[in-house]
């Protein structure tokens, strides 16, 4: 098994070709194509250059996937002030943008996340919780229910919007008698009312824990 690119020793730049370029084309590749339409070979012949310029970046394909991963994270502004909840809310919020607007990344979110921009918006996600007042077990369970909530709303939605969505929409609407309640409310509805509405719910619930006598 390959070595994750965080865990390998930074290389110095090597003129012309820097990683921040490699990465920059590499996210425009994946909007443009999707993961499956990336390899080695063409990222190398959209930087101009051959692959033995890119091999002294970057070892393999998933080198690239991890770093073009890191680089949407970098996306997602700090939030300016406010309270812990709207801090909290502005910065999940913002993670799911950032992941919306670069839909393939939803399908990356099993690799594991190491690199600088998504340990330090989870850094602060961690640090406005213990500040609000979560403490021991508490606090990795506010964290986890927070970001997988946004992970898997992205998921679904850019899933929803794929090609997928109108087949699965189809199929329901064909076997309403059968699934009522989903076809009634489970097709049509505002993704961003519907994810603003979820994270209410789940803030509400851990303001009150955390502001409940012990």
Same mark, same amino acid.
């Given at each position: 098994?390959?070595?994750?690119?965080?865990?390998?020793?930074?290389?110095?730049?090597?003129?012309?070709?820097?990683?921040a370029?490699?990465?920059?084309?590499?996210?425009?590749?994946?909007?443009?194509?999707?993961?499956?339409r990336?390899?080695?070979?063409r990222?190398?012949?959209?930087?101009?250059?051959g692959?033995?310029?890119?091999?002294?970046?970057?070892? &393999?394909?998933?080198?690239?996937?991890? %770093? +073009?991963?890191?680089?949407?994270? =970098?996306?997602v502004? *700090?939030? $300016?002030?406010? !309270?812990?909840r709207?801090?909290?809310?502005?910065?999940?919020?913002?993670?799911?943008?950032?992941?919306?607007?670069?839909?393939?990344?939803?399908g990356?979110?099993?690799?594991?996340?190491?690199?600088?921009?998504?340990?330090?918006? &989870?850094?602060?996600?961690y640090?406005? %919780? +213990?500040e609000?007042?979560?403490? =021991?077990?508490?606090? *990795?369970? $506010?964290?986890? !229910?927070?970001?997988?909530?946004?992970?898997?709303?992205?998921?679904a939605?850019?899933?929803?919007q794929?090609?997928?969505?109108p087949?699965?929409?189809?199929?329901?609407?064909?076997?309403?008698?059968?699934?009522?309640t989903?076809?009634?409310?489970?097709?049509?509805?505002?993704?961003d009312?519907t994810?603003?509405? =979820?994270?209410?719910?789940?803030?509400?619930g851990?303001a009150?824990?955390?502001?409940?006598?012990?």
């Open positions: 098994m390959n070595e994750s690119v965080w865990l390998r020793p930074a290389k110095p730049e090597r003129r012309p070709l820097t990683l370029q490699i990465v920059g084309e590499a996210v425009a590749l994946l909007d443009e194509e999707g993961a499956d990336l390899t080695m070979r990222l190398a012949e959209r930087l101009g250059t692959s033995t310029t890119l091999y002294w970046h970057v070892k &393999t394909k998933d080198d690239v996937l991890d %770093l +073009a991963l890191d680089s949407i994270f =970098g996306e502004p *700090p939030p $300016a002030g406010g !309270s812990w709207e801090r909290v809310a502005a910065l999940v919020s913002g993670w799911r943008a950032a992941l919306l607007r670069h839909p393939w990344s939803t990356l979110l099993d690799r594991p996340m190491m690199g600088p921009n998504a340990l330090s918006r &989870t850094e602060l996600l640090a406005t %919780l +213990a609000a007042g979560f403490t =021991g077990p508490d606090l *990795p369970a $506010a964290a986890f !229910s927070l970001s997988t909530y946004v992970t898997g709303s992205a998921t939605q850019a899933r929803d794929a090609a997928a969505g087949a699965v929409h189809a199929h329901l609407r064909e076997r309403r008698d059968t699934y009522p989903l076809a009634a409310h489970g097709l049509d509805h505002d993704w009312a994810f603003t509405r =979820g994270l209410e719910y789940l803030l509400d851990m009150a824990r955390v502001t409940a006598p012990s």
